[in-house]
């Protein structure tokens, strides 16, 4: 059974940090493309980092690219997100998800609707 459970969420002031853990079990994290998403009230779910199955980053949304940076271990199965220079607008459900396979490689990293796997999210709270 395929699992992925998000941790690491919580209330930062603008300018903090946060690091978020996606702790996944059913599949090995060394053989999919992943990704961090989010979602804030009545906006639409957007990927902001993709990373492939080898470890090499697929790519960062341009709203977070140079403050976020997304990694994976393949020894502890996990997937991280560490968020810096928090801004207001970064506040939002995040979610962590899974593309098992090598097939993942056919579509865009940001695509989030090929990924068929989704964790619960974590909420980030980013305050003035």
């Known amino acids: 059974q395929v699992q992925l459970v998000e941790s690491g969420g919580g209330s930062v002031q603008a300018g903090g940090s946060l690091r978020l853990s996606c702790a996944v079990s059913g599949y090995r994290v060394a053989s999919s493309c992943m990704i961090w998403s989010r979602q804030a009230p009545g906006k639409e779910r957007e990927a902001v980092a993709g990373?492939?199955?080898?470890?090499?980053?697929?790519g960062y949304a341009d709203s977070v690219k140079g403050r976020f940076t997304i990694s994976s271990d393949n020894a502890k199965n996990t997937l991280s997100l560490q968020m810096t220079s928090l801004q207001i607008e970064d506040t939002a459900m995040y979610y962590c998800a899974a593309y098992p396979g090598y097939a993942c490689y056919s579509e865009p990293w940001w695509k989030s609707n090929k990924y068929p796997y989704w964790g619960q999210g974590t909420q980030v709270t980013v305050s003035s």
């Open positions: 990373i492939f199955p080898n470890g090499d980053i697929a």
